[in-house]
C-alpha cells in the first residue's frame, strides 16, 4: 500500500528555518516526480516545488524562489524541503504529493498520492 507521511513542520519565529520531510512507503519515491503544495485557511491549494525523477531537476513557484530548496535521498526513500526565511504568510499545512509525470505535479492536477499534511505556523 502506497503511503506519504510529512514530518517537520511546527512553530517558528518570523526569519526562521524549518525542514520539511516527505518520507514514501509501499513505492520507490525516486521512480516520481515529487511535489510540495501547500494550503492556507481561506486560499487555494499552492504549488511551491517539484523534484523530477529522472535528472532530479527542480521547478520552484515564485514565492519558494530563493528561499525553499527540495532534495531528495534514495537511501532513505525520503524528499526534503528545506525552508528558509520563514514569513508570516508561510504559515499553511504543507503536503507533498508524487505521481510519474513532472509537469502533472507541477501543475498540481490528477495527482495519485498525497501525503496528510504537515502545519507550519510562522509567528513570533
Known amino acids: 500500500q502506497v503511503h506519504l507521511v510529512e514530518s517537520g513542520g511546527g512553530l517558528v519565529q518570523p526569519g526562521g528555518s524549518l525542514r520539511l520531510s516527505c518520507a514514501a512507503s509501499?513505492?520507490?519515491?525516486?521512480?516520481?516526480?515529487i511535489g510540495w503544495f501547500r494550503q492556507a485557511p481561506g486560499k487555494e491549494r499552492e504549488g511551491l516545488s517539484c523534484i523530477s525523477s529522472t535528472d532530479g531537476g527542480a521547478y520552484y513557484a515564485g514565492s519558494a524562489k530563493g528561499r525553499f530548496t527540495i532534495s531528495r535521498d534514495g537511501v532513505k526513500n525520503t524528499v526534503y524541503l528545506q525552508m528558509n526565511n520563514l514569513k508570516p504568510e508561510d504559515t499553511a499545512v504543507y503536503y507533498c504529493a508524487a505521481d510519474q509525470g513532472f509537469n502533472m505535479v507541477v501543475a498540481g492536477t490528477n495527482i495519485r498520492y498525497w501525503g496528510q499534511g504537515t502545519q507550519v505556523t510562522v509567528n513570533s
Open positions: 509501499g513505492f520507490t519515491l525516486a521512480n516520481y516526480a
